[in-house]
Structure formats: structure tokens, C-alpha cells
């Protein structure tokens, strides 16, 4: 980026931020203030493992791993999309397949990006994170680098891992970069003349997975070297047959309030403390059964729904001995409370007023 183009976005950012200050509203990024100032990858999303193989409850023999499209994942809070990429029908088609497309085809790289670019053009201060995974055969450079072009969803991507650190939200989405791809294909990086592939290797971690129903969940690998993302695959596979045919690591639609409920924060919590880098993707399989999100506040450090900073305020009580005479086995001193000026609920209060009122204690 040239310095005058610099200048030209940081400007705007300042404008956009006084503006939501005069008219009291606070400027959000990914649904919270709290992240705006925060790294990209010191932030923790929620993905969806093949984000595009939608199936339902009701045709449990249909493969898939979600129950909602694209565009209601992102609704969601969804941030991360895992697109399983393979070569289309002609030389300059690309496909979403998963395994493969005899088991369960999702329709073009276009038309997934498509919608993932008309949702950001409505949703201007969410980041977003594709991450192109290319198992079966590898699509053409320049199938992959059209689709991309012909969605529009070009004009959102940030170009390249950055040189030092990654950039704050904040400032991504005053840059209007807000939606970052990786890719595993070495071949798709190096043709690409754009940078606007981030590629797999010694940028994303991703840690050992995905789990057999009943297995330990584990934290490795433990060898990182220079990898400044960390995806944590969180779902469990089967063995199941698709159209005739038998494949392993198939999703496994069972006991999914105990998989996306408590082990999805104890995965979670059990691999931070083994890890020296932030975990940035929890990767799941229906993300909308159990619950993902409520563990993923914690995660992040911000408040539940409806919750309010004022909410965490320390009551303190002036405590006065009434009675005080030797301790027996049936009988000890009776502590009379009257509350202490107690910080009134006013969700409106400024930062320097409630640090004013802790500090008046």
C-alpha cells in the first residue's frame, strides 16, 4: 500500500471512529468492541469442517457435515469456511467436493464466493477466513484465481501473510481487507501473481484430528517452528458408505450436545494451556447443536449476551461485630452486614466514571 493511500485509510478510520463516538454508538468488529484492537490472530473464530455440505436432520443417509448454508453460518457468528476445492467439469470450473464428488458435491468455488461476498458488502466490520483445502485432484490456478475475480470477492481479500505482525482488526476492516484465504496447494500459491493466497506452511498449525467417537481429544503436534495460526480440528468421524461407496472420516451426527457442549470447551481449554500461540480456529461439524459460541466468549475474554460490564463490579459490605465472647462448640460470634454504597446499574456509564467509582471505594 502506498503511504498516501496509508494516510487516506487511517484518516477514514479516525473520521468513521468520531463519528460513532458523536452519535454513541460503539464501532464493532466481529460483533465486539473488545476485538477491534486486537491482532487477527489473537482472536478466536469459530469454522465449520466442509462448510458447504449441507444436509438435515430429517435425511440423516444424506452426507454432510452442517445443517445450515454459507450465508445463515455467517449469520451465525460463523467466521471460518472450509472449502474442499477440486478440479470442475472443465478447465476453468472448480468444484466443492467432499470427500469427493460421489459423495457429496456442493456446487462451484463461484457461487460459494459469491455469497460470501454479498454478505461482506452488507457486513462491513466482520472479518472473514476461507481456507481452501485441496486433498483430491488439485484445481487449475487459474480456475481458482477466476472464481475468485468473477464473484467479487477479490476486492475483500488481504494480499499475503504480513511481513511482520498481523494486522489489528480494526485496522483490516478500515483497509477493507477483510476476508483472508489460505491455501494448502503450493502450486496455487506460486501461480498466484496477486498474493492473495496465504499459503499452509509455517503459517497455519493445524493440530492432530479429526477423533473417533470415545477417543482422547489431543493437543499435538508440539514441534511449532514459525506458524502464527493454530485451527483445532474439533469433530468426530465414522466409517460410513455414500452411493455405494465406503470412506473413512465420515461426520458423526451423534451425541452432539456432549461433542459442541462441554468437550468442545475442554478441547479448547486443554490445548491453550498446552500451546504457545493463540488458538484462532475451533473447526466444527454442526455448529448450530450444543452449544460452540458461549465457550468461544470465554475464549476470547468478553461478556455473555445481555451482560454488561457493571455486572462484574466487586460489592463491598461494611462488616460490624455485634456480639464477639469465647467460641464454644455450639456457639460463635453473629456478624451483622450493612450493605456499602453500592455502585448503582447504570449500563450507560463511561469508562472513566466507572474507573472513578472503583477508585472512590
Same mark, same amino acid.
Given at each position: !500500500?502506498?503511504?498516501?493511500?496509508?494516510?487516506?485509510?487511517?484518516?477514514?478510520?479516525?473520521?468513521? /471512529?468520531?463519528?460513532?463516538?458523536?452519535?454513541? $454508538?460503539?464501532? =464493532?468488529?466481529?460483533?465486539?468492541? *473488545?476485538?477491534?484492537?486486537?491482532?487477527?490472530?489473537?482472536? #478466536?473464530?469459530?469454522?465449520? /469442517?466442509?462448510?458447504? $455440505?449441507?444436509?438435515?436432520?430429517?435425511?440423516?443417509?444424506?452426507?454432510?457435515?452442517?445443517?445450515? @448454508?454459507?450465508?445463515?453460518?455467517?449469520?451465525?457468528?460463523?467466521?471460518? =469456511? /472450509?472449502?474442499?476445492? #477440486?478440479?470442475?467439469?472443465?478447465?476453468?470450473?472448480?468444484?466443492?467436493?467432499?470427500?469427493?464428488?460421489?459423495?457429496?458435491?456442493?456446487?462451484?468455488?463461484?457461487?460459494? +464466493?459469491?455469497?460470501?461476498?454479498?454478505?461482506?458488502?452488507?457486513?462491513?466490520?466482520?472479518?472473514?477466513?476461507?481456507?481452501?483445502?485441496?486433498?483430491?485432484?488439485?484445481?487449475?490456478?487459474?480456475?481458482?484465481?477466476?472464481?475468485?475475480?468473477?464473484?467479487?470477492?477479490?476486492?475483500?481479500? +488481504?494480499?499475503?501473510?504480513?511481513?511482520?505482525?498481523?494486522?489489528? +482488526? *480494526?485496522?483490516?476492516?478500515?483497509?477493507?481487507?477483510?476476508?483472508?484465504?489460505?491455501?494448502?496447494?503450493?502450486?496455487?500459491?506460486?501461480?498466484?501473481?496477486?498474493?492473495?493466497?496465504?499459503?499452509?506452511?509455517?503459517?497455519?498449525?493445524?493440530?492432530? @484430528?479429526?477423533?473417533?467417537?470415545?477417543?482422547?481429544?489431543?493437543?499435538?503436534?508440539?514441534?511449532?517452528?514459525?506458524?502464527?495460526?493454530?485451527?483445532?480440528?474439533?469433530?468426530?468421524?465414522?466409517? $460410513?458408505?455414500?452411493?455405494?461407496?465406503?470412506?473413512?472420516?465420515?461426520?458423526?451426527?451423534?451425541?452432539?450436545?456432549?461433542?459442541?457442549?462441554?468437550?468442545?470447551?475442554?478441547?479448547?481449554?486443554?490445548?491453550?494451556?498446552?500451546?504457545?500461540?493463540?488458538?484462532?480456529?475451533?473447526?466444527?461439524?454442526?455448529?448450530?447443536?450444543?452449544?460452540?459460541?458461549?465457550? #468461544?466468549?470465554?475464549?476470547?475474554?468478553?461478556?455473555?449476551?445481555?451482560?454488561?460490564?457493571?455486572?462484574?463490579?466487586?460489592?463491598?459490605?461494611?462488616?460490624?461485630?455485634?456480639?464477639?465472647?469465647?467460641?464454644?462448640?455450639? !456457639?460463635?460470634?453473629?456478624?451483622?452486614?450493612?450493605?456499602?454504597?453500592?455502585?448503582?446499574?447504570?449500563?450507560?456509564?463511561?469508562?472513566? *466514571?466507572?474507573?472513578?467509582? !472503583?477508585?472512590?471505594?
Amino acid at each position: !500500500m502506498q503511504p498516501s493511500s496509508m494516510l487516506v485509510a487511517l484518516l477514514l478510520g479516525i473520521l468513521l /471512529h468520531l463519528s460513532a463516538v458523536v452519535n454513541g $454508538a460503539a464501532l =464493532l468488529c466481529n460483533g465486539h468492541e *473488545e476485538l477491534c484492537p486486537r491482532p487477527y490472530n489473537d482472536v #478466536t473464530y469459530i469454522s465449520t /469442517h466442509a462448510s458447504f $455440505a449441507v444436509t438435515s436432520k430429517s435425511t440423516p443417509a444424506k452426507m454432510g457435515t452442517q445443517y445450515f @448454508g454459507i450465508q445463515q453460518q455467517l449469520n451465525d457468528g460463523i467466521r471460518g =469456511l /472450509h472449502l474442499n476445492i #477440486t478440479q470442475g467439469a472443465t478447465a476453468s470450473d472448480v468444484s466443492l467436493c467432499y470427500p469427493d464428488c460421489n459423495a457429496y458435491n456442493g456446487g462451484s468455488l463461484r457461487d460459494t +464466493l459469491t455469497i460470501v461476498k454479498n454478505w461482506l458488502d452488507t457486513n462491513q466490520r466482520d472479518v472473514v477466513t476461507i481456507f481452501l483445502e485441496s486433498a483430491l485432484l488439485k484445481a487449475s490456478p487459474a480456475a481458482v484465481l477466476k472464481a475468485f475475480a468473477d464473484s467479487g470477492a477479490d476486492k475483500y481479500v +488481504l494480499m499475503g501473510k504480513p511481513a511482520a505482525a498481523w494486522p489489528s +482488526l *480494526e485496522s483490516m476492516i478500515g483497509n477493507h481487507t477483510t476476508l483472508v484465504v489460505f491455501s494448502d496447494d503450493a502450486g496455487l500459491v506460486a501461480a498466484n501473481p496477486k498474493g492473495y493466497f496465504i499459503p499452509h506452511p509455517n503459517t497455519v498449525l493445524r493440530l492432530d @484430528g479429526p477423533f473417533t467417537y470415545g477417543a482422547e481429544w489431543t493437543c499435538g503436534p508440539w514441534n511449532r517452528r514459525y506458524e502464527s495460526i493454530l485451527v483445532i480440528p474439533h469433530y468426530i468421524v465414522q466409517t $460410513a458408505t455414500y452411493n455405494g461407496a465406503t470412506y473413512n472420516n465420515m461426520p458423526y451426527p451423534f451425541n452432539l450436545g456432549t461433542t459442541n457442549g462441554y468437550q468442545f470447551e475442554f478441547h479448547a481449554i486443554t490445548c491453550r494451556g498446552g500451546q504457545s500461540i493463540w488458538i484462532n480456529f475451533m473447526e466444527v461439524d454442526y455448529y448450530s447443536e450444543g452449544d460452540v459460541k458461549t465457550p #468461544t466468549l470465554k475464549l476470547n475474554a468478553l461478556p455473555y449476551p445481555n451482560d454488561n460490564v457493571a455486572n462484574f463490579y466487586p460489592q463491598f459490605f461494611d462488616a460490624t461485630v455485634e456480639v464477639v465472647g469465647p467460641i464454644t462448640q455450639n !456457639m460463635s460470634p453473629k456478624i451483622n452486614c450493612k450493605p456499602y454504597s453500592k455502585i448503582p446499574d447504570d449500563d450507560e456509564l463511561t469508562a472513566k *466514571e466507572i474507573v472513578d467509582n !472503583m477508585l472512590n471505594f
